[in-house]
């Protein structure tokens, strides 16, 4: 099992390599001088996919709090599961003193199994969020359709999307289905494996035109552009949460982030990123927390709400 922990201050700029071990060489990142031993500590046990929304919101969230030093663990949502169970089954973990603080897997089907094992606060948890098609074209198509309903109006636009297998080609699909166009299959739909395979195949001219996640073609913007947003009501966009993990060592902390990430600031960064936007839970944060004596109380930051207003 691979995981990599670092500050987010110094994501980004580390070379990673092992399957069961890691080298991490990393270079100086200038910036805030922090007290290590007064920093208070957010770890976030998160997934590849989403590894670079939680980088970015986790520096956004330290200039904001200076005294914070957000750090991820980075593994596959499966071994995620694994890692949290195995804490929590060696019964040596109590409420305020979990190794992490949240944990924002690659899809909320992992954060759905994990409360119902109470690993996780079903009460601590935010949908920050969603992740939405896009159409792209290559920047040298000049005349590309401006929306999905104008695509479907240009019969000889040869379209790249992925293979209905995966996660983009089931939505995919979903969204030709509802536009009319799933019929055109083999006479002008490209399938490719991902959205890599996308690309290649706009940029080789055997597609003119492709459909990924807005994340993943701001990543590539520099070689595409992204021409329309799929109307959602066509589609099911998919959703990404974060929730609070049962021992968590610092829960006003946490649910300070949990505020962040579905507010203004939050939901700009992760627009920047390609995308949707997340949701504010429709009631307040209540998680309790022991106090000295043992008695259980809410947190001093449970009564206010996870809003963006």
Not at 3 to 30: E, F, K, N, Q
Request: proline share 7%.
């Amino acid at each position: 099992m691979t995981i990599r922990w670092m500050s987010v201050a110094t994501m980004g700029v580390c070379a990673l390599a092992g399957a069961l071990t890691v080298t991490v060489s990393c270079a100086p990142v200038p910036g805030p001088v922090r007290d290590a031993k007064a920093a208070r500590v957010l770890v976030i046990a998160t997934s590849p996919s989403v590894e670079a929304a939680m980088t970015q919101l986790g520096r956004a969230f330290e200039i904001i709090h200076p005294d914070v030093q957000v750090q991820l663990s980075v593994d596959t949502s499966l071994d995620l599961r694994r890692t949290v169970a195995a804490m929590e089954n060696r019964g040596k973990a109590f409420i305020g003193s979990g190794p992490m603080h949240l944990v924002a897997p690659g899809g909320d089907e992992v954060i759905t199994r994990m409360e119902q094992k109470y690993y996780l606060l079903p009460e601590a948890k935010a949908l920050y969020a969603t992740e939405r098609l896009v159409l792209v074209a290559p920047e040298s198509l000049s005349e590309a359709p401006e929306s999905f309903e104008a695509l479907g109006r240009m019969p000889t636009v040869r379209i790249a999307i992925a293979d209905q297998k995966t996660r983009l080609g089931v939505e995919t699909g979903r969204l030709l289905s509802a536009l009319g166009l799933n019929s055109a299959e083999g006479a002008r739909i490209d399938l490719a494996n991902d959205p890599a395979g996308i690309l290649d195949h706009m940029l080789s001219g055997q597609a003119d035109v492709g459909i990924v996640f807005g994340q993943d073609a701001v990543r590539v913007q520099q070689r595409v552009r992204i021409v329309a947003a799929a109307p959602t009501g066509l589609y099911k966009p998919i959703p990404h949460s974060i929730s609070m993990e049962r021992y968590c060592p610092d829960r006003p902390l946490c649910e300070e982030f949990l505020r962040f990430v579905t507010s203004p600031e939050g939901q700009s960064v992760l627009k920047r990123l390609g995308y949707g936007p997340g949701k504010s839970p429709e009631s307040p944060v209540r998680v309790p927390i022991l106090s000295v004596g043992g008695e259980v109380r809410s947190s001093s930051a449970a009564s206010s709400f996870i809003s963006t207003e």
